[in-house]
């Protein structure tokens, strides 16, 4: 049964990878309210929940460095800090939805939605700071704020609606791997 179940996470996370890399295609130029979505945010918050904080955090690492080789898109100026944004997305969702599997499913996924959500932009944040300043660049506060909180705002709601639809809708057809 353990196989079974390693293979199954190993399958949902070539599943979200492989969405990482397409969605973008057909949603990355969508702007709603003048904001972009994010939709490879997508596939690193569902990974970490299904498949758990390990195979979430490769997931959300590799999407986008993978993505920018194969397709030049996101730059890898770009790439490198939404790697580590999403690598923490992946490995704190997966983290406390396991950690509070007592808990009711909708308010045990919005918090590790919601955690995942701000630590990975303070990570990624800090990711750009860091790779600006190799650069020679200078990147301040407000354009912190700005490029990770004001700007991706409608895209954090979306996510928050999609996918925990998405999840409820694996669980509620038995198709999770259960820890």
């Known amino acids: 049964m353990a196989k079974n179940k390693s293979l199954l996470k190993l399958v949902y996370s070539a599943v979200c990878l492989a969405l990482a890399m397409v969605l973008p295609l057909f ?11 994010s939709p490879m945010h997508i596939p690193a918050l569902l990974c970490g929940l299904i498949c758990g904080p390990a195979y979430g955090a490769a997931v959300g690492f590799i999407a986008p460095l993978l993505r920018s080789l194969i397709f030049s898109m996101p730059p890898m100026a770009v790439a490198i800090p939404m ?48 790779v600006m300043g190799i650069g020679g660049e200078g990147y301040s506060f407000s354009a912190f704020v700005s490029a990770y909180f004001v700007g991706t705002s409608v ?14 809708a694996l669980y509620r057809a038995k198709l999770l791997p259960d820890d």
């Open 83 to 130: 790697a580590f944004e999403l690598a923490v997305y992946g490995l704190v969702a997966g983290l406390l939805f396991k950690a509070l599997k007592k808990m009711n499913f909708w308010p045990r996924t919005y918090i590790a939605m919601i955690a995942a959500m701000l630590l990975g932009r303070i990570v990624g944040g800090a990711a750009k700071a860091v």
């Open 27 to 37: 949603l990355g130029q969508v702007q709603i309210f003048m904001q972009g979505i």
């Open 155 to 168: 895209g954090m709601v979306l996510h928050l609606i999609i996918v925990p639809l998405i999840l409820f």
